[in-house]
């Protein structure tokens, strides 16, 4: 009977075990960790707060594109191969074209309003397009962005003419091309070395980027968002649906609260991590500049020709989505 009694116990011992056992998530993103990016701090304080938690979920996080390339996370995450990643939504343009919406020349112009438009038609829309991939919205996140050059500033697109310019996305290659540059397009993590080898003397990107990248130490002049800005980028928290739905509702309530306190972190960040940047500019003696109204309205003058048109005539409901994304005041 002893012998019988000590195998129950046994059993309901690894029963316990069974139901307590610890679910780990796999987080990947392309951004320097523990190098105070705050994409990198938002991940890691999701991961914080699904531990503290104690619901047996824990998240490993794989910063600086250490898990999967950069371009590779949106399929690994739609599939379910990866759990959770933090990328421009922009980088799966080419599977999803309407993606493109969230790095269109104009659209947001600046951080207040990035903030409000997060509520509107626009983002629903663009929500509801990511989930019928199978991906979930942990996070929205806007992110300020400009251009930097070396050889001079840009402001108007005069200035554009003859440059070799790096692009984040389709939308920005369409405008700089008709403004006269040729583009190239080495990944994120080769842009500095771009510079210095002469392969480009232009980029746009995100001020996170300038920053973290330390791109001040190569570009001579930056043309900042301000009041004016053409460059804004969704870079969202995202979540494989296949991930989310085996999770308990316990889990995955944390992790919709955790994602929420994400959002919160990088907008009370935002204006910060957009005065730093430009302040790095300026200590290593480069030029910045901000665009006015006249060239601003250059600019989109040029959009809406190329960048805007293409998206209307190329993706159902494009036209639609411009004009819910410029109805926001």
Request: glycine share 6%; proline share 4%; net charge positive.
């Amino acid at each position: 009977m002893k012998f019988y009694a000590i195998l129950a116990g046994a059993a309901a011992i690894a029963i316990s075990g069974a139901c307590h056992a610890e679910t780990v998530l796999k987080a990947s993103h392309q951004f320097p960790g523990g190098k105070g990016d705050v994409r990198d701090d938002m991940v890691q304080l999701v991961a914080k707060e699904a531990k503290d938690a104690n619901i047996g979920l824990s998240i490993q996080v794989y910063p600086g594109a250490s898990l999967f390339k950069p371009n590779d996370q949106w399929n690994a995450t739609a599939n379910g191969q990866l759990d959770i990643t933090l990328l421009p939504l922009d980088y799966a343009s080419g599977k999803a074209p309407v993606f493109s919406a969230t790095l269109m020349p104009g659209l947001i112009r600046n951080q207040d309003r990035a903030k409000r438009i997060n509520d509107s038609q626009f983002m629903k829309d663009m929500r509801a397009e990511i989930e019928k991939r199978g991906v979930i919205v942990l996070s929205d996140a806007w992110f300020a962005g400009g251009l930097a050059s070396k050889g001079g500033c840009i402001l108007k697109p005069s200035e554009m003419k003859g440059r070799k310019i790096r692009a984040a996305g389709p939308t920005f290659a369409a405008m700089w091309q008709a403004a006269g540059a040729s583009i190239v397009s080495p990944p994120s993590n080769e842009i500095y070395n771009a510079f210095q080898t002469g392969v480009i003397d232009g980029t746009d990107t995100s001020l996170s980027t300038f920053a973290s990248m330390r791109l001040y130490e190569q570009a001579d002049c930056l043309t900042e968002p301000g009041k004016n800005a053409l460059w804004f980028m969704y870079q969202p928290m995202l979540m494989s649906k296949k991930s989310f739905n085996k999770l308990t509702k316990e889990q995955q309530a944390v992790l919709l609260k955790a994602g929420k306190d994400a959002q919160k972190l990088f907008e009370d960040r935002a204006d910060k991590i957009n005065d730093d940047a430009v302040k790095a500019f300026k200590d290593h003696n480069a030029k910045v500049v901000t665009l006015d109204d006249a060239d601003y309205q250059a600019w989109l003058d040029i959009a809406k020709k190329t960048s805007w048109a293409e998206f209307a005539k190329q993706v159902p409901n494009g036209q639609k989505l411009i004009d819910e994304a410029l109805a926001v005041k």
